[in-house]
T-cell receptor, first 116, second 114 residues
Framework: AQSVAQPEDQVNVAEGNPLTVKCTYS??????LFWYVQYPNRGLQFLLK????DNLVKGSYGFEAEFNKSQTSFHLKKPSALVSDSALYFC??????????????WGLGTSLAVNP | KAGVTQTPRYLIKTRGQQVTLSCSPI?????VSWYQQTPGQGLQFLFE???????NKGNFPGRFSGRQFSNSRSEMNVSTLELGDSALYLC?????????????FGPGTRLTVL
């Protein structure tokens, strides 16, 4: 079965330190990978995506993510965390050309807390 | 451009009732997807519409249904509500049907079933 895993329910990091939110996937074929963020009492917002090309993709608010095909991972990173980055982060995968099964597959989310 | 709008924002219903939620996508977006978000289950995909046709469906019972109109606005209906249907229902739109398109989410409708 195709799946996405976010192995950490919660990540705590001090402001100014680098942060990593992990995502691994298990899908057939070459996936399209996405990160979304949900701030408290606000809707989900798109952060970045990997479709093809350079394995390191840059997105909104200084976030970036690295696609690692051999490890089937797509970890979200930021060099210096801000308190305002505290939110719920979701990884999602879509398998292209999968016919009727091309829906987005979502991880369960990782709650990021950045401490001042 | 205005974002995705969802109405109503909050709903309180009792078991056995039915409910209709509405979603207006971003102007020009023809694809609309619906999700159920609960703390324990994350985002569960309900269905996806493109040009008034349901293109994909999640694993929800037949009590959950939806439709899309010619102006791309979409509605979802839940009949015979159960306590477990209490959740945040999110609508998302995207410009087309391509798998590489990101989705733009509305603020959600918070449904509480008593």
């Amino acid at each position: 079965a195709q799946s996405v895993a976010q192995p950490e329910d919660q990540v705590n990091v001090a402001e100014g330190n680098p942060l990593t939110v992990k995502c691994t996937y298990s899908v057939s074929g070459n996936p399209y990978l996405f990160w979304y963020v949900q701030y408290p009492n606000r809707g989900l917002q798109f952060l970045l995506k990997y479709i093809t090309g350079d394995n390191l993709v840059k997105g909104s608010y200084g976030f970036e993510a690295e696609f690692n095909k051999s490890q089937t991972s797509f970890h979200l990173k930021k060099p210096s965390a801000l308190v305002s980055d505290s939110a719920l982060y979701f990884c999602a995968v879509r398998v292209p050309n999968a016919g009727n099964n091309r829906k987005l597959i979502w991880g369960l989310g990782t709650s990021l807390a950045v401490n001042p | 451009k205005a974002g995705v709008t969802q109405t109503p924002r909050y709903l309180i219903k009792t078991r056995g009732q039915q409910v209709t939620l509405s979603c207006s996508p971003i102007s020009g977006h023809r694809s609309v997807s619906w999700y159920q978000q609960t703390p324990g289950q994350g985002l569960q995909f309900l269905f996806e519409y493109f040009s008034e046709t349901q293109r994909n469906k999640g694993n929800f019972p037949g009590r959950f249904s939806g439709r899309q109109f010619s102006n791309s606005r979409s509605e979802m209906n839940v009949s015979t509500l159960e306590l477990g249907d209490s959740a945040l229902y999110l609508c998302a739109s995207s410009p087309g049907q391509g798998p590489y398109n990101e989705q733009f989410f509305g603020p959600g409708t918070r449904l509480t079933v008593l």
